[in-house]
């Protein structure tokens, strides 16, 4: 039986209109839907334009980030049509997206990645790939491709592993704790990266999905993860863009452990500015609409 008390943001999945179970269903669908779309984009853009070993385009820079794009309408359709979650509800509490809170957010984020970049240049903290080519030669199309796209990539991986994936291990478990935890370690495996292979890589990105899982339950929604993301995503490619590094970037299968250190620093400011800027904003952390989506007339939920 479901929770009547107001439920927080990893709860959001639980409701009496389905089994538990069907969440499982749903993860495996939403990465089954992915898979197929995905090789899909790929293949297009491999029979177009196939890029030299080692290198990222723009166009290829493209498929990868539309290939990511498409979590958010799957993971939104799977939530409302084989959970039967009320709409709005994987991205926060409240049922939609918060946008002035993902603004401030943002605000914020783009910050900390400049500062941040700053200390890595005045530091010479050591980067992926040399960085020494110069400008890559197609260096504004990866500009614009990663102004226009990288956001929802970005958003596309959130909506996914920060939402419905919490939200199912939720479903499953009480414990925000497990489902954080549960969500970053399977968050970090799929960028492929192992800790006997590249613990600092490993870390690093095991760093973020902890601090944006802690973000999602904390503030009721996807915002600042998004926000970080985002902002991490779109100011390394335009570096990586200036510096004919985005293969480097892209593919990285191992990190100095200085700029993850740097890393590391900068998501947990992140997070403590965002749960500030949650607290001066009262953002509602827990959710008191109903889970469910409204029967449509003559129609039963089962």
């Not at 479901?2 to 269903?25: C, E, F, M, W």
């Amino acid at each position: 039986m479901a929770d009547l008390t107001p439920a927080p943001y990893h709860r959001l999945l639980r409701n009496p209109s389905t089994p538990s179970g069907y969440v499982i269903l749903g993860a495996f669908t939403i990465f089954a839907g992915w898979i197929f779309t995905s090789l899909v984009i790929l293949s297009v853009q491999q029979s177009i334009r196939k890029d030299p070993e080692g290198t990222v385009s723009w166009f290829g820079l493209l498929a990868t980030n539309l290939s990511l794009i498409v979590l958010i309408p799957l993971s939104m359709l799977v939530a409302q049509k084989l959970n039967r979650q009320a709409p709005g509800l994987l991205s926060s509490v409240v049922g939609r997206l918060r946008w002035r809170s993902l603004g401030w957010f943002a605000a914020a984020a783009v910050l900390l990645e400049l500062v941040m970049l700053g200390v890595i240049q005045l530091g010479g903290v050591e980067l992926l790939g040399d960085g020494n080519g110069g400008v890559a030669p197609d260096a504004a199309g990866v500009i614009a491709v990663t102004l226009l796209t990288s956001t929802f990539q970005a958003a596309g991986e959130e909506y996914f592993f920060r939402g419905y994936l919490l939200q199912a291990i939720g479903a499953l478990v009480r414990s925000s704790v497990v489902a954080v935890l549960v969500t970053t370690v399977l968050f970090t495996m799929a960028h492929g990266i192992w800790p006997w292979e590249s613990p600092a890589l490993f870390i690093d990105r095991f760093a973020f999905g902890l601090v944006a899982g802690f973000l999602v339950v904390r503030t009721g929604g996807l915002e600042a993860s998004i926000a970080a993301h985002a902002a991490n995503n779109v100011v390394t490619f335009v570096f990586a863009a200036l510096t004919d590094s985005v293969g480097a970037s892209l593919g990285a299968d191992d990190a100095p452990w200085s700029l993850v250190a740097v890393d590391v620093a900068k998501f947990v400011a992140f997070g403590l500015v965002a749960l500030w800027l949650a607290r001066r904003t009262k953002l509602a952390a827990v959710c008191d609409l109903p889970l469910t989506a409204a029967p449509l007339p003559g129609k039963r939920l089962v």
